[in-house]
């Protein structure tokens, strides 16, 4: 089997930057509110487990919905956010769990961008000394500093040098200011740079001009970049790489090139799928995975992205939860008459919480809520939830129902000449029994 190509690619480069498991969760305080929404306390995993190798003068992008987990990651690597397992070694030395002050030298090697270049700068200071402090900071020589920043400036630039010095950020324009943040992050001589977002709130004129100016950056001065974004055209356009992410984890990792020619993971196709057809004023919105991205604090069983997945069937880790995304879906294609005596059979969907195998859907109408379900089987062949659904049974109290057991898939390697892709998906692994007549047939992983 080949190697996972989320860790040290075809080349033999030792990455500049390894992520090995890496988790960061989130503790919840069960507030009375949180209590109200069915959110007891517990964690947000924002990220689970995520392995990624960095290579000098590489760009990774990282794509995926809000909450995915792309921020956290970026914060994780410059310390800025608690990891909670897992390791980030930075030219081999581990720098996971540093404490700020030796974190703060490496700051001038491993910086961030943000999406906002208005509040990344201080109003009451010039670009100048701006870009000027921060050298000061990482303690580069008064004497030194005046030439270093007019290089830094000219670098993005933002020449004349004298014109722009000057100026304080409320005096440049979006694209500018964006500039001046590079600017001061090139002056330390990074060598990883995590640009989160950095482009989404500048105009689309000067959009291409800042994915340019990085290009060159990385071109020129062999910094890697860690992209995050979630526009897929401009990841296409940077990336040598790209990790797609959903619910803290990693599903598809591979080449830019081949994860938009060949997308395998159904989350990845659905986003690129997602992508608006800019040649079609007009035209017909976008086609978007059913459902909503679920509660990070209680991922769905098995696969992240099964209660949404159009091809997902039995092994894929169906619950008594995603019932909820069945139901909801069939009432806004039936009459309000058919809508109204259902809906009366399933008072409380929010009670729907359970994630265990077997799941007591309270109701002093069993026999009805068995009918509609069957009714509903019926009418959808293809609906996967009921390839993972094994019995449903009249029990004291209401129905049980009882699911197949979950496989949770991990990112394998395809297993074909030329690809350098990582799939964390059942359709591409050769454990799971594809059927949905006789589930798992050997773990994964
Ligand atoms: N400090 C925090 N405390 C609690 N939960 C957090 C914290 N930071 C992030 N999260 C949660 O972690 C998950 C991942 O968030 P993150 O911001 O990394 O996602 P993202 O993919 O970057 O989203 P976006 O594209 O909207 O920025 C979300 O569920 C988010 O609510």
């Known amino acids: 089997m080949k190697p996972d190509l989320s860790k040290s690619e075809t080349g033999h ?32 995993k924002a990220l689970d487990g995520v392995s990624l190798d960095v290579k000098p003068g590489e760009v990774v992008g990282l794509v995926g919905e809000s909450g995915s987990g792309k921020s ?55 670009i100048e000394q701006a870009v000027s402090d921060a050298l000061r900071i990482h303690g580069v020589p008064a004497g030194e500093r005046r030439a270093q920043v007019a290089s830094a400036l000219e670098r993005v630039g933002l020449a004349p040098v004298e014109r722009f010095a000057p100026k304080y950020p409320s005096e440049l324009s979006g694209g500018q200011k964006q500039r001046a943040v590079i600017a001061r992050a090139i002056a330390l001589g990074p060598e990883v740079l995590v640009a989160d977002e950095p482009i989404s709130m500048l105009d689309m004129s000067v959009r291409a001009k800042i994915l340019s100016l990085m290009n060159d950056l990385r071109a020129d001065l062999g910094i890697s970049f860690i992209y995050i974004t979630h526009d897929l055209a401009s990841a296409r356009f940077f990336c040598d790489r790209v990790a797609i ?6 599903v598809e990792i591979g080449t830019a090139q ?31 995975p059913r459902g909503e991205i679920p509660d990070a604090a209680r991922p769905p069983q098995g696969c992240p992205f099964h209660p949404r997945c159009p091809r997902a069937f039995a092994a894929c880790g169906w619950e008594a939860r995603d019932l909820k995304v069945v ?11 058919v809508y109204q005596r259902e809906s009366e059979l399933f008072p409380d969907l929010g009670a729907l919480q359970t994630v265990d195998r077997v799941a007591l859907l309270r109701t002093p109408r069993s026999a009805e809520v068995i009918a509609v379900l069957e009714s509903i089987r019926r009418e959808n062949p293809a609906e996967p939830f009921f390839t993972g659904l094994i019995e449903m049974n009249q029990v004291p109290g209401g129905v049980q129902l009882e699911f197949v057991d979950s496989v949770r898939p991990v990112l394998l390697p395809i297993v074909e000449a030329g690809s ?9 692994s050769d454990v799971v ?4 007549t006789g589930g798992v047939t050997a773990p994964v992983g």
Not at 14 to 43: E, N
Request: charged share 20%; aromatic share 6%; proline share 7%.
């Open 245 to 250: 992410m959903y619910l803290g984890k990693i």
């Open 433 to 436: 029994d594809l059927t949905g």
């Open 13 to 44: 480069e030792t990455p500049i930057l390894s992520l090995t498991d890496l988790s960061v969760h989130f503790a919840l305080r069960g507030s009375a509110l949180g209590r109200l929404i069915g959110r007891s306390s517990g964690s947000v």
């Open 420 to 428: 350098s892709t990582s799939v964390a998906c059942h359709l591409y």
């Open 258 to 288: 081949e994860i938009f020619a060949n997308p395998r993971h159904p989350y990845t196709q659905a986003l690129l799928k997602a992508i608006p057809d800019v040649s079609v004023v007009g035209g017909p919105p976008a086609e978007l």
């Open 327 to 337: 139901l909801e879906e069939r009432w806004t294609t039936v009459d309000l008459e």
């Open 72 to 126: 956290t990651l970026g914060r994780a690597v410059l310390g800025l956010a608690p990891v909670t397992a897992g390791s980030i070694k930075y030219r081999g030395r581990e720098i996971s769990r540093l404490a700020e002050k030796a974190m703060r030298p490496l700051r001038a090697k491993l910086q961030m961008i943000f999406q906002d270049p208005h509040a990344a700068l201080n109003p009451s200071m010039t």
